[in-house]
């Protein structure tokens, strides 16, 4: 997926991800974009190589 793509993802289901849906976001197989992430008092960020920048949360 390109970072448009995540973007557009994450955006679909208003921030809030199943764990599964985490998981293919975050899968540097699927995605080798990813360069990192984080989770903090529950609120996924993630960094792309590109600039790309991510905010999400578990539902």
Do not use: C
């Not at 557009?8 to 360069?35: A, C, F, K, M, S």
């Not at 960020?45 to 949360?57: L, M």
């Amino acid at each position: 997926m390109t970072d448009s793509e995540i973007e557009h993802y994450i955006e679909n289901r208003g921030h809030y991800l199943t764990q599964d849906e985490i998981h293919h976001i975050l899968d540097v197989e699927r995605n080798p974009q990813i360069d990192h992430y984080e989770l903090l008092s529950g609120t996924y960020k993630a960094w792309t190589n590109s600039g790309g920048y991510f905010e999400f949360f578990k539902r």
